[in-house]
């Protein structure tokens, strides 16, 4: 079964490193989990959007705290969601003197749609839709383009002036032997709102469908799209 990813990149799949095809290749049928571990070499924030990053912090989307050299954790775990769509996980913890942020998010191939839509933080409130590309490195770069809310009954655009666009870049540095990333996320208006870059090790681990960890898979799932 071909991932999430190889669907979405089609040929320009194969132009991927090789480390970098296994990370994005795992799909709910291959019984394979990437499970990371590294540090962030940098993490910061805009104080002008501390307010929302805050608020963000209790559904596991972003946070408004800064440092260097923070132990960094990444779990990819691939499965199919109640409503059968293909799934895979980013569940991203940073840890911080005296407190561990989160940064979560589940990923699903929408068909109705014909690419990736990336529901962040654990209740899929917030959905958006993703453009993917092979980089120059070998590496995977994905955009995010538009945003819509969903809550009970209600659900909405978020005007483009409105909303943070994010670029993240994952590529595998063959002299280092490991896994390099950088997220930066931009507003219309704040300019710079917040970024990261680090470094890690993912292993591949064995699991069953039914023994996927409790806090991989999110609180709630949302079927709109």
């Known amino acids: ?5 190889e669907r979405m990149l089609g ?10 095809r296994q990370r994005f290749g795992i799909s709910s049928g291959d019984g394979i989990a990437s499970v990371g571990c590294g540090e962030m070499q940098r993490i910061w924030y805009n104080k002008l959007a501390a307010v929302p990053l805050y608020i963000g912090t209790f559904r596991h989307i972003m946070f408004p705290q800064r440092g260097g050299n923070i132990p960094f954790s990444i779990e990819n775990y691939a499965y199919r969601d109640r409503f059968g769509r293909e799934t895979v996980s980013w569940i991203r913890k940073f840890k911080f003197p005296g407190a561990v942020r989160h940064f979560d998010a589940t990923m699903i191939y929408s068909e109705e749609r014909e690419r990736i839509v990336d529901y962040l933080g654990n209740k899929q409130h917030l959905a958006v839709d993703l453009e993917v590309s092979a980089s ?18 209600l659900q909405f655009r978020f005007p483009r002036l409105l909303t943070g666009s994010a670029d993240v870049h994952e590529w595998y540095d063959e002299h280092e032997e490991r896994y ?7 507003s219309p208006i ?24 409790i806090g991989i898979k999110p609180l709630r799932e949302e079927r709109r799209e």
């Open 1 to 5: 079964m071909a991932s999430i990813y």
């Open 11 to 20: 040929q320009d799949f194969a132009k991927l490193h090789p480390r970098i």
């Open 136 to 153: 120059p490195e070998g590496g995977i770069r994905i955009r995010s383009g538009e945003q819509r809310f969903y809550e009970g009954f």
């Open 180 to 186: 390099k990333i950088t997220v930066d996320v931009q």
């Open 190 to 213: 704040l300019g710079p709102v917040f970024r990261y870059e680090g470094v890690f090790q993912a292993d591949f681990i064995p699991v069953k469908q039914e023994a996927i960890p």
